[in-house]
Structure formats: C-alpha cells, structure tokens
C-alpha cells in the first residue's frame, strides 16, 4: 500500500507535459485539460499498474526532481558510492604525495583517510552523484521509434534512423551535429529526378527529408518539432515553417509539424559527406528524435491510381449496411423505411466520379476520391467531409454500390434507399410538374382541335 502511495504522490507532482507523456506511453488518451489528464493517470494505478508503467512513473519523477532521493535504498547506494569515492581520493592522494616526496623533500605527507563519511564531504559529493544518475544517458542513441507514414512519399532509404537529441550539458541550448553520406547511387537518383513546377521553380521529385518527433515507442509519432528549433544544413540556416495562430488568446504559438525537404542545401556528391547542426531548448518530461531520409514525392493522380489497384470494394458490403441502418428497431417508435443518399461529392458539390469513404465511417454517403487526395495534397488534413472524423488514405475504399448506380443513372443527383438495399432515382420536382403541365396542355390542345363533319 506504501509503493502505491509513493506512486500516487509523484504522479500528483506533475505537470502536464510529465502526465502526457506517461498516458501516452500506457496507450491511454492523452488530450484534455490537466485536471482530467491527472485523473487518467490516477486510474492507471487504480486498474492495476504494470511494471513498465511503474517504472516510466518513477523515470520522470527523477526527472522532475532530480535531487531528491526517492528511498532509503537511494541513500544507501549514495552513501555507497561515496565510500567508494573517499578510498579513491585517499589512495590517488597517497600516490600523489609519494611522486610529491621523491620530488620535493619540503611536501608534506599525504593525511590518512577516516574510516567514516563526514557529513560534509557527503553533502559536496552528493549533487554530483545525483547528476549522473539523472543524466540522460539513460536514453538510447536510437530509440525504437516509428514515424507516422506520409502517404505523398515513399522511402526509398534511411540515412540517418532516428537518433535522440539528449542534452549533453545544463545549458538552456542545446546543439548537436549529424554527418550523412550518399552513394553514388542516390546522388544519381536525385540529380535526374530534377524536375519543373509551376512558377518556373525547380525541385527534386526524390528527396533528401528531415524529419522530427517525440521518442514515443508506444505508436508511430506524428512530426513534432523541439521548442527554439535551429537547423543549419553544411553550415547554412535552414528555414522552417511559419507559426501557426493560436487557437485561444495566450496560447504560445507552435509550428505546424511536418517533414522538411532539405535536398536543395545537400552536396550532391558521394566524395563529400553532408553535416546537419540541430539547436534546440530542451523540455522536462518531453524527449525528441531526428532523422534522414532518401523519399519520393508522389502527386494525388498516383494515389488515385494505387486506390484503384487495390479494388472496388463488393456492394454486398454497401447493401448490408443499408438493411442495418433501416432494420426496424422494436425499442423505438419511428420507423426508417428508406434513406435518401446524394450523389454529389460534400467537397466540390458536384456529381460523383471516384466514390470513396473511409472503411472507419459509419455513413452511406461518399466523396470523390480524386478531389479529395488533390485537397489533401495541398493540405494534408485527412478528415472525412462528411463525419470530419479521421480518414487516413490507407483506410480509404470505393465503393462498388455507388459505381453501379453512377453508371446506370446519369440524370439524377439523388436516389433513395429501400428496406431491402433496393434503391430508385429522385426525380427533381420540377420536372415532374414540367411534365404534368405539358400533359395537360397536351389534352387542352386536342379538345380545342375541331374535327370535320361528315
């Protein structure tokens, strides 16, 4: 019940950064306001805390407080230690007095060690000890770390795996330098990949990416840049993207995170290799990677084309989907019978040509795949516009039903749903009208008609 109570105190000791990181690490939501972070993490040790998240509790408590000692066992490796220190000291003092005394008769001898600690030698060499067990090489050089795929680029290879940026020293800035090489291989790949923009501005189709994230191991990290990011590239400032505006007053502005092309400051040579300085203010409880790679780009017509490959998804699925959305439920008083769908893209209000929607999205209606991958290419958002909740490209799918219904229906912008997954055109009401009154004037007209008589 101690250790539980111990682990209760230091997770109520920390701050917001310390408890994002511990529930992202227990694959627990990590978003919110303190209060409600700090509850979350509470409930961690009410469910049963597993060793890891024991240990990760106790990881940045230190770092939180990285003179304190935690337990009685900490003492005692101190006091350990110290000892051990002390024989050290005395015997280096011993050696130094007698090279002293064959040198110069006039130094004086070297004074005895004292079997016990005095206080005051404790209190001089704890701090140092405390230091170095606080010190971050507690950190691997290269975490186990995975970064969130980017569907509009594929790796061709890693130059540099993610690599922690741990701080070496107790300076507010922090800098360290990377050194990458390239083959003669890829430097051939980037040359030719050369390629014209619109505006008249050149850039490579493969790519040199820089790339920075949390050292998460417990899922694939989105980009995220450290506090007070510089980059120099061979000695040359590289520059990052603006802020973006808070989205409350008081908010510190961040940089939106995203990879960084870096190719047009990279020596396309393999005689030379490349140098990268990444300045940057560390953070209590939050820990950062950087990394290199070799990609290329990818436009939205190739991700189109790759969606096709992969199949148009069965209409049985979109049918089945139909009768559970109108199966009548007993607990409820109103009756769905049928369910009406526009075929209109929620994106470019214009009629279907691609029908797409995440296998994640619980609706019938879709979008248009094309329009959308071309947004995300200037935008990269991937939220659905239809539920906005988040439609990764991988979970992307076309949807066969709505194929059969766009090609066998071109005059119509809606349809509607039956019980059974049947389906029929809307027609618009004023065609109907139209019709009805050239119906009718059609009878008007043979009535006025005067036959001959006979």
Known sequence: MADFDELRNMVSSFRVSELQVLLG???????????????????????????????????????????????????????????????????????????????????????????????VLLHETKPNIEMQEASPSIHPVHPDVQLKSIPFYDVLDVLIKPTSLVPSNIQRFQEKYFIFALTPQQVKEICISRDFLPGGRRDYIVQVQLRFCLAETSCPQEDNYPNNLCIKVNGKLYPLPGFTPPVKNGVEQKRPGRPLNITSQVRLSSAVPNQISVSWAPEMGRNYSVSVFLVKQLTSAVLLQRLRNKGIRNSDHSRALIKEKLTADPDSEIATTSLRVSLMCPLGKMRLTVPCRAVTCTHLQCFDAALYLQMNEKKPTWICPVCDKKASYESLIIDGLFMEILNSCTDVDEIKFQEDGSWYPMRPKKESLKLSNSQCTKVELASQVQLPDY
């Open 25 to 119: 690490f227990a694959g627990r939501n990590k978003s919110g306001r303190k209060h409600e972070l700090l509850v979350r993490a509470l409930h961690l040790l009410k469910s049963g805390c597993s060793p890891a998240v024991q240990i990760k509790i106790k990881e940045l408590y230190r770092r939180r407080f990285p003179r304190t000692i935690e337990s009685l066992a900490d003492l005692t490796a101190i006091k350990s230690s110290v000892f051990s220190l002390d024989n050290n000291l005395s015997t280096d003092s011993e050696l130094g007095s007698g090279i002293a005394q064959s040198s110069s008769s006039t130094s004086a001898p070297a004074q005895p060690s004292s079997p016990l600690v005095s206080p």
